[in-house]
Nanobody
Framework: VQLQASGGGLVQAGGSLRLSCTAS????????MGWFRQAPGKEREFVAH????????YYADSVKGRFTISRDNAKNTGYLQMNSLGPADTAVYYC????????????????WGPGTLVTVSS
């Protein structure tokens, strides 16, 4: 499985962006999807997770209420809608897939996309 994230860019504080992550290959619906981010000089951290059917979601406390994760299995694509963005959200955002019933640990995700940069100006 190969992943490609898109939708990053430069946005002013308070603005919104929607990231997309499209998977090649088959059986996208068999995997749970996560979004992670890595700010300059910091470790990669968990942002959000969605189950295979799309009904189960988890969020980091820092994005809860502002970000929404979703997926469209028919399109092999997952999304991260980001609202009320602030400078602290500036990071490279990565999508990843896991077959395991987990959601937060990076090492549990098997497939990773190359990341898309989100820059929020104050």
């Amino acid at each position: 499985v190969q992943l490609q994230a898109s939708g990053g860019g430069l946005v002013q504080a308070g603005g919104s962006l929607r990231l997309s992550c499209t998977a090649s290959g088959r059986h996208f619906q068999a995997y749970r999807m996560g979004w992670f981010r890595q700010a300059p000089g910091k470790e990669r951290e968990f942002v959000a997770h969605i189950g295979r059917g799309g009904s189960t979601t988890y969020y980091a406390d820092s994005v809860k209420g502002r970000f929404t994760i979703s997926r469209d299995n028919a399109k092999n694509t997952g999304y991260l809608q980001m609202n009320s963005l602030g400078p602290a959200d500036t990071a490279v955002y990565y999508c990843a897939l896991t077959a395991l019933p987990v959601f937060r640990a990076l090492n549990d995700y098997k497939y990773w996309g190359p990341g898309t940069l989100v820059t929020v100006s104050s």
